[in-house]
């Protein structure tokens, strides 16, 4: 038998928090905390970058565009292990893994949000230009953009969340590390455990789908 559910039920709580009542969250929550904080800090930081690009053409927007190419050409594993190395170097100092991670999701993730902001701008009718530079861009293009453009973000962000899965490679213990040590330890029913985790990335990327679609409408 390859299958048993009790291997769920007896580490479900390792699973969902991980060590959270010791300080050390894992698990599902950890995967939520790291996809949010990545989500929180990759969103402002895209808008900003792509209004940047739309407002400086030339120089500006070639590198910023050059920047957004080259993250988004190379694997996300490699920007992980980038940053894994060198955050340490630059601040002196080691930083939690999680967190290490949450800023390696998050500075992927923005050259992504640039291309569908800057594309959302691009698209909008050329007459409202002149009228949002002289008053404020935020308050004119903006709401406009990201109501249009919010099938193209829910994706990233879907995409993202599933992203935190490449946190096992440092060892952080999000939801498919512990799934792994959990497998580790017991050695049987490896496909209850995989089974499981798969249908948590499901859910969670299927309840963001549709919480997304209700609250804007989307088709």
């Known amino acids: 038998m390859i299958a048993n559910i009790s291997v769920i ?3 479900l709580d390792y699973l969902l928090w991980g060590r959270v009542a010791e300080g050390q969250p894992g698990g599902v929550l950890l995967t939520l905390l790291m996809a949010i904080g990545a989500a929180l ?10 209004c940047c690009a739309w407002r400086f053409p030339g120089a500006v927007r070639k590198g910023l565009f050059i920047w957004a190419e080259f993250i988004r050409g190379i694997p996300l594993i490699f920007v992980i292990f980038w940053m894994w190395y060198l955050l340490p170097m630059l601040t002196g100092s080691d930083l939690p893994g999680a967190v290490t991670v949450t800023l390696a999701l998050a500075w992927f993730t923005a050259a992504s949000v640039m291309h569908s ?3 959302g701008i691009s698209a909008l009718p050329g007459g409202q230009y002149e009228a949002a530079v002289a008053q404020a861009l935020w308050l004119i293009l903006l709401p406009q953009v ?15 969340l599933k992203d935190t899965s490449l946190a096992f490679i440092v060892n952080v213990p999000e939801l ?12 049987i029913y490896p496909a209850a455990i995989f089974i499981f985790t798969g249908l948590v990335y499901y859910l969670l ?3 963001l789908e549709k919480i997304t679609q209700r609250r804007f409408a989307l088709k």
Do not use: E, H, K
């Open 176 to 187: 498919t590390t512990v799934a792994g040590q959990v497998n580790s330890r017991v050695q």
């Open 205 to 207: 990327c299927f309840s």
């Open 9 to 11: 039920t007896d580490n």
């Open 41 to 50: 800090l990759a969103l402002p930081g895209g808008i900003v970058l792509a």
């Open 117 to 119: 902001v800057y594309a």
């Open 146 to 160: 990201l109501r249009n453009i919010m099938p193209s973000l829910t994706g990233i962000f879907i995409g993202l």
